[in-house]
């Protein structure tokens, strides 16, 4: 779904933050544009669309964090509380499942004729509860972070090396 003009501006006038119109246009003039404060006001209340080659000079002027093509901030909100909702629900499901498994695997590790070989195998699954196995991937969440960071980090270092190189 398009971002509307009334939408892009409603963007444009929370990224400027205490940034006045009259400095914002001032930036944007620095960049070759005939901005002016009116021209400001004019793209917040919608009332002229925004080029994709201003937009790009606005970025650089702009603090990041927001996009000016974003929806509506709490429609973003709900949207993801909706998703929230729909993991939440798969999580409960999984969790009754496996739940429900490692029932299974206690009836059929105690059955009779199971060799305790078998019944040593299947024994640390019906030690594991579900909060540790979310504990366990919360830990892989943050190795996983950590590991991309330095490999961010290792790339960043040989690409500023291989532009120092004669």
Do not use: C
């Amino acid at each position: 779904m398009a971002v509307s003009d009334e939408q892009i501006g409603k963007n444009l006038a929370r990224l400027r933050g205490d940034m006045t119109q009259k400095e914002l246009a001032a930036a944007m003039k620095a960049r070759g544009w005939r901005w002016s404060q009116t021209t400001v006001w004019s793209v917040e209340n919608g009332e002229r669309p925004l080029r994709l080659a201003e937009a790009e000079d606005l970025r650089s002027i702009l603090p990041s964090g927001w996009s000016l093509t974003m929806r509506d901030p709490d429609a973003g909100a709900i949207d993801q509380n909706k998703r929230m909702y729909a993991a939440d629900k798969a999580l409960r499901k999984a969790i009754r499942d496996y739940l429900e498994e490692q029932l299974q695997l206690r009836f059929a590790a105690t059955a009779e004729g199971v060799s305790p070989r078998v019944q040593e195998l299947v024994s640390d699954w019906l030690e594991v509860t579900p909060a540790m196995v979310v504990e366990e991937e919360a830990i892989e969440a943050d190795i996983e972070a950590d590991a991309e960071e330095l490999r961010y980090e290792k790339v960043r270092a040989l690409r500023e090396q291989h532009s120092e190189a004669p």
